[in-house]
């Protein structure tokens, strides 16, 4: 057998899969073909860079986000220990600077003795050669190639929309008050109020607005993610979709008016200087003209600056439950494992953990030992049954949700009390996994 274990692909989940296997004693080289190829979505060559927000969410027990956080934290979790280091105010969130958490990743990774970074483009891999596939959602066309013959039948895919960024000096702050919803955590987000009438005219706008053609077959068949919907495409599902999603004015107060909103769009910081902000929710598929005239509609946007506009690119993923076994390796070849969003699992902190499982169970695999399969019970557990079991003719990626764990044993009213105690139910059940089959 090699003694270096291969990783192809340095993004989240690959970051974290060579982290746990270097700090297993396992010798890795890291793959990364940027900057030799870069992706519709990239902009740079550091590892781990934040393709969409700059928000991991919820950092709260209460929610199924933050319990996979406080889950991964306690398996050492590199990705969330440099999220912790570089992370900006977000309210209840867990936000970082993006430039800043790619760096320090880069530089983690890079400089750890057992791992080797080779910026080289792979597509294929050598009988035989243990590797953890992380490719991401953005595999190249020549790696997904080999992988449809190695699996023998066609990818599923979506497409993925990005919201875009603007400038805090650009803003108009006699229109925006800030607060966190229900005053949870620090006031962070700055909120753009609208009226009735002003949202009316915003949202007539925003359906009649021109997308780019090349996607209008996608929105036909139906084929985005709902956690990555299009705000456009939301808009045309009826004039009340909004109001109940993204811009639902629920929890907040205009101290202007000291009244609710009619809709409210939230603007999240995107670094520690609070000099960029994030349209929340605003995923989008737009011409960039578009964007620039309907968005400015937005109470606080006349003037925006915008720096970088919302893009949409194709996201690639594999039928999980007909291709992997639970401990994320392939059933046609043990030697490879996956992880990340290939595997079908939305968003950072759910890509990561899959990285997280892949690397440890390919250290039990390649030392002999049985795999480790996480309790159904902790959130890191539900969500890869989840996959592995998942209907094959209609799987589709999936986010962290309280949904996914077992119902507890007594019936309680209060989401909050009931959410708290599945996540303190997690946390016992994953302490003793760790003392029995990790430590």
Same mark, same amino acid.
Request: proline content about 6%; glycine content about 8%; some cysteine.
């Given at each position: 057998?090699? =003694?270096? /274990?291969?990783?192809?692909?340095?993004?989240?989940?690959?970051?974290?899969?060579?982290?746990?296997?270097?700090?297993?004693?396992?010798?890795?080289?890291?793959?990364?073909?940027?900057?030799? =190829?870069?992706?519709? !979505?990239?902009?740079?060559?550091?590892?781990?860079?934040?393709?969409?927000?700059?928000?991991?969410?919820?950092? &709260?027990?209460?929610?199924?986000?933050?319990?996979?956080?406080?889950?991964?934290?306690?398996?050492?979790?590199?990705?969330?220990?440099?999220?912790?280091?570089?992370?900006?105010?977000?309210?209840?969130?867990?936000?970082?600077?993006?430039? =800043?958490?790619?760096?320090?990743?880069?530089?983690?990774?890079?400089?750890?003795?057992?791992? *080797?970074?080779?910026?080289?483009?792979?597509?294929?891999?050598?009988?035989?050669?243990?590797?953890?596939?992380?490719?991401?959602?953005?595999?190249?066309?020549?790696?997904?190639?080999?992988? =449809?013959?190695? $699996?023998?039948?066609?990818?599923? &895919?979506?497409?993925?929309?990005?919201?875009?960024?603007?400038?805090?000096?650009?803003?108009?702050?006699?229109?925006?008050?800030?607060?966190?919803?229900?005053?949870?955590?620090?006031?962070?987000?700055?909120?753009?109020?609208?009226?009735?009438?002003?949202?009316?005219? @915003?949202?007539?706008?925003?359906?009649?607005?021109?997308?780019? #053609?090349?996607?209008?077959?996608?929105?036909?068949?139906?084929?985005?993610?709902?956690?990555?919907?299009?705000?456009?495409?939301?808009?045309?599902?009826?004039?009340?979709?909004?109001?109940?999603?993204?811009?639902?004015?629920?929890?907040?107060?205009?101290? *202007?008016?000291?009244?609710?909103?009619?809709?409210?769009? #939230?603007?999240?910081?995107?670094?520690?200087?609070?000099?960029?902000?994030?349209?929340?929710? @605003?995923?989008?598929?737009?011409?960039?003209?578009? *964007?620039?005239?309907? $968005?400015?509609?937005?109470?606080?946007?006349?003037?925006?600056?915008?720096?970088?506009?919302?893009?949409?690119?194709?996201?690639?993923?594999?039928?999980?439950?007909?291709?992997?076994?639970?401990?994320? #390796?392939?059933?046609?070849?043990?030697?490879? @494992?996956?992880?990340? *969003?290939?595997?079908?699992?939305?968003?950072?902190?759910?890509?990561?953990?899959?990285?997280?499982?892949?690397?440890?169970?390919? !250290?039990?695999?390649?030392?002999?030992?049985?795999?480790?399969?996480?309790?159904?019970?902790? !959130?890191?557990?539900?969500?890869? &049954?989840?996959? /592995?079991?998942?209907?094959?003719?209609? @799987?589709?990626?999936?986010?962290?949700? $309280?949904?996914?764990?077992?119902?507890?044993?007594?019936?309680?009213?209060?989401?909050?009390?009931?959410?708290?105690?599945?996540?303190?139910?997690?946390?016992?059940?994953?302490?003793?996994?760790?003392?029995?089959?990790?430590?």
């Amino acid at each position: 057998m090699p =003694k270096k /274990i291969w990783v192809i692909g340095g993004g989240l989940a690959g970051s974290e899969a060579a982290w746990q296997l270097a700090n297993l004693g396992l010798e890795v080289v890291l793959f990364e073909m940027r900057p030799l =190829k870069n992706t519709p !979505a990239h902009t740079s060559d550091l590892l781990a860079e934040l393709i969409c927000s700059n928000s991991l969410k919820a950092n &709260y027990l209460e929610n199924a986000s933050g319990l996979l956080k406080e889950e991964m934290r306690r398996l050492n979790s590199l990705i969330i220990k440099v999220a912790d280091e570089t992370r900006v105010p977000a309210g209840g969130a867990l936000a970082v600077d993006r430039e =800043k958490f790619a760096r320090l990743i880069t530089r983690q990774i890079s400089e750890h003795p057992l791992i *080797q970074v080779v910026r080289e483009e792979i597509t294929s891999v050598p009988p035989g050669q243990p590797a953890i596939i992380a490719s991401g959602p953005l595999t190249s066309p020549d790696l997904s190639r080999w992988l =449809k013959e190695l $699996f023998g039948e066609e990818y599923l &895919y979506f497409y993925d929309a990005v919201a875009p960024i603007i400038t805090s000096e650009s803003l108009d702050y006699s229109k925006i008050f800030l607060a966190s919803r229900y005053g949870k955590g620090e006031a962070e987000y700055l909120n753009c109020p609208f009226t009735e009438e002003e949202y009316q005219i @915003f949202w007539e706008s925003l359906v009649a607005a021109e997308t780019y #053609q090349a996607h209008l077959e996608v929105e036909k068949k139906k084929l985005f993610f709902e956690g990555c919907m299009p705000i456009e495409v939301l808009a045309k599902r009826g004039s009340e979709t909004l109001r109940y999603g993204p811009l639902k004015p629920v929890g907040l107060t205009n101290p *202007q008016t000291g009244k609710r909103p009619y809709a409210v769009v #939230q603007l999240r910081a995107e670094n520690r200087e609070r000099t960029l902000y994030n349209l929340v929710g @605003f995923q989008t598929n737009l011409r960039w003209g578009e *964007q620039s005239r309907v $968005f400015r509609m937005i109470p606080g946007l006349a003037k925006a600056e915008f720096v970088r506009y919302g893009v949409m690119h194709r996201n690639t993923f594999i039928n999980t439950p007909r291709l992997l076994q639970p401990s994320l #390796q392939g059933k046609r070849a043990e030697h490879l @494992f996956f992880a990340g *969003q290939l595997i079908g699992v939305e968003g950072y902190v759910e890509s990561t953990a899959a990285g997280l499982v892949a690397g440890l169970n390919m !250290a039990q695999w390649v030392n002999g030992r049985k795999p480790l399969i996480f309790p159904r019970e902790t !959130a890191i557990g539900a969500l890869l &049954y989840y996959i /592995i079991n998942a209907e094959t003719r209609h @799987f589709q990626p999936m986010n962290i949700n $309280f949904g996914l764990l077992p119902p507890l044993n007594r019936r309680i009213k209060d989401k909050t009390e009931k959410n708290r105690e599945i996540s303190e139910r997690a946390l016992a059940f994953l302490t003793e996994f760790m003392a029995k089959e990790i430590n």
